[in-house]
């Protein structure tokens, strides 16, 4: 059906009816008219539009002249106007399109879910009316100026939030495209001259990025005679220098987009704000191993990065015996490399404190090295002086980022130490980020009594990753160049089983293109997707590993009272708890016969592998051999109802 009425007047002015282009409009001030009507949507007296456009004549020849242009009107356009003796109206009812009213009304739902931001973007082709121009009248002229500056104003603001989006999701192109047509708006807007840097640098384009620092300086000497500030300047060493990325172990997870991950993602954007606003605060991520903690914190940091916030960045390392403070030790060196003026201005009493952790902060004039007794208190507070120190080289509400990674692996006095900087910092604009495994609270105990202490105090947030979903994985397949849209479906179905939404594990079935195998169910399992099993199974006690190694022998589980009747003791109990604990083992919810199987299908495979001949074989006898006791599993099932709740899953 057609629209009637098209009126484009965003960009150079079209007026087409009935899908054809109106020849007819002779005059300038006759589309005026129709454009002025449109764009207002309400009734005008006659004499207000004459004034309007022939404000340069007497009232009786303006309105002589408005007559003519109506009779126009009527007969090229008469269905979309109101014409009566003394008002005139556009038609709402009419069918007709307006690109300007479709634009307002979308960028009217910015902050709405599921509005095609991007759909408003591209409505916006130019500036209002451009080119267009009505002579001796200067009424209408004044108020098609007035239209064109607030219609650009909304288009900026729409592209600065698309810009955002991008950048927080990792579509860093869609965000240059943006950046750039904002730039084409204001080229001596240095905020965004900043945004097209960093996009530039995080999508591999590190010499543009430079050479836009370039650019932006040139703009701002000719324009307004003034220098890039610091922070803009900042950030341009840190793309030359190529530090523009934390160095950080190996995440096979940036072979696959970032998804599922949208939600979690806002909510970190949010608590760094309001450490921004109101003073340190903590924050933990928190997943099964795998479950892509550090993959998020970097998309992270490089959202953060373009407000000029400083990240100072810290593993905790798996050692037999770590050395105490280890991750505060990673983190202290990563802002001393960036920022070592910081350091050597600090107080001597308080630089003389970081030497055991900072050896090469010693100087002569230090009086040498603190002695081994030297107060714990003092070195916590020069580790907050340090932090203090850090965020007054940075602008009003910018903040110091530290970032701390594997803190399910943190010793005792790191967690006292990071208790501390809570609350001992507690109005500065500092934000402590921390990802940590999903583990027992006997395996964990630290960083278990880190969430107590912080909890009790509401000063620590915790942002929990769940597997990625069904509909993630299909979209992640869908990205996928060898994979045909026929079998999408089946191939993302494969790769969700296979990965049970494991974000590392897919990731690696991804690189390694094991859905393009004859026989995809049968294949070697990737070796860094082995050794995280494996570093699951270590941990275990013998009591435990015999329990996976008889599931391991059934296809398809075994019921828990056969697993029960052969170990009917609190041995038993405990070990299977165990497998529970650790996300090993579960049991549908919906299953009356309380059948035990691995969590996830690999796990089966990973421990099915170890077992010699001799082991199948003495294992195959004690499940086949019937001298279990019902009885005996009964007294001990209201014990099993006190097993942890993630025993049981849904269907």
Request: proline residues 6%; aromatic residues 6%.
């Amino acid at each position: 059906m057609s629209v009637g009425l098209e009126l484009i007047l965003l960009g150079t002015p079209q007026i087409r009816h009935d899908g054809a282009q109106v020849k007819g409009f002779v005059s300038s001030k006759v589309q005026a008219l129709l454009f002025y009507l449109a764009l207002t949507a309400r009734p005008h007296t006659r004499q207000a539009l004459a004034a309007l456009l022939w404000s340069d004549m007497p009232e009786a020849d303006a309105r002589a002249n408005l007559r003519v242009a109506l009779f126009n009107l009527r007969r090229l356009v008469a269905d979309h106007l109101d014409i009566r003796r003394e008002s005139v109206a556009f038609r709402l009812q009419s069918r007709y399109r307006l690109d300007v009213a479709e634009f307002e009304q979308l960028v009217g739902q910015l902050h709405e879910q599921g509005i095609d931001l991007a759909a408003a973007a591209d409505n916006y082709r130019g500036e209002f009316l451009e080119g267009f121009h009505v002579r001796d009248a200067p009424l209408f002229e004044e108020w098609m100026l007035l239209q064109r500056e607030r219609l650009r104003q909304i288009a900026m603001q729409l592209l600065y939030v698309l810009a955002q989006r991008a950048a927080e999701h990792g579509e860093y192109a869609a965000g240059i495209a943006y950046t750039s047509r904002l730039l084409g708006f204001e080229p001596w807007h240095e905020e965004a001259h900043r945004h097209l840097m960093l996009l530039l640098s995080l999508n591999g384009q590190r010499s543009a990025a430079l050479e836009q620092y370039q650019i932006c300086r040139r703009i701002l000497a000719g324009d307004l005679g003034i220098d890039p500030t610091e922070e803009t300047t900042a950030l341009y060493r840190h793309i030359r220098s190529e530090q523009h990325r934390p160095a950080i172990h190996d995440d096979p997870g940036k072979h696959i987009p970032l998804m599922d991950r949208a939600e979690a993602h806002h909510a970190l954007v949010h608590l760094a704000e309001t450490a921004r606003q109101r003073g340190t605060h903590m924050t933990l991520i928190t997943g099964e191993a795998g479950s892509g903690k550090t993959r998020l914190a970097t998309e992270l940091w490089q959202y953060m990065a373009e407000r000029g916030d400083r990240v100072i960045h810290g593993r905790c390392h798996t050692l037999a015996d770590p050395p105490p403070f280890q991750v505060i030790v990673d983190a202290l060196r990563s802002a001393w490399q960036q920022a070592a003026t910081v350091f050597e201005e600090l107080p001597a009493v308080w630089r003389q404190l970081l030497v055991p952790l900072i050896p090469e902060l010693a100087t002569s004039a230090d009086g040498g090295m603190p002695s081994a007794n030297e107060s714990r208190q003092l070195l916590f507070e020069a580790v907050a002086r340090c932090l203090i120190a850090l965020s007054n080289t940075l602008q009003k509400r910018q903040l110091v980022i530290l970032w701390l990674d594997d803190l399910h692996a943190a010793d005792t006095a790191t967690i006292d130490l990071l208790l501390f900087l809570v609350m001992r910092l507690e109005h500065e604009p500092i934000w402590i980020l921390g990802t940590s495994r999903t583990e027992p609270h006997h395996k964990a105990p630290e960083v278990i009594r880190l969430q107590r202490a912080l909890g009790r105090e509401q000063r620590l947030s915790l942002v929990p990753l769940a597997p990625l979903s069904r509909a993630a994985v299909l979209a992640i397949c869908a990205t996928l160049r060898d994979v045909a849209p026929a079998v999408q479906a089946p191939t993302a179905e494969f790769l969700w089983h296979e990965s049970q939404g494991n974000p590392f594990i897919l990731s690696h079935l991804v690189s390694e293109r094991i859905y393009r195998t004859p026989t995809p169910h049968v294949y070697q399992i990737p070796f860094a997707v082995e050794q995280l099993f494996l570093a699951q199974l270590d941990p275990l006690s013998p009591a435990a590993r015999r329990i996976l190694d008889q599931v391991a022998l059934a296809e398809t589980g075994i019921a828990l009272t056969v697993l029960a009747g052969m170990h009917i003791n609190d041995t038993w109990l405990a070990a299977i708890t165990e497998c529970f604990e650790h996300g090993l083992l579960r049991i549908s919810s919906n299953d009356p016969h309380l059948v035990c199987d691995f969590a996830h299908p690999m796990l089966r495979r990973v421990v099915d592998s170890r077992l010699t001949p001799w082991q199948r074989r003495i294992l195959t006898l004690q499940a086949n051999a019937e001298h279990y006791d019902p009885a005996g599993f009964d007294s001990l099932l209201p014990r099993l109802v006190q097993l942890p709740h993630n025993l049981v899953v849904e269907p």
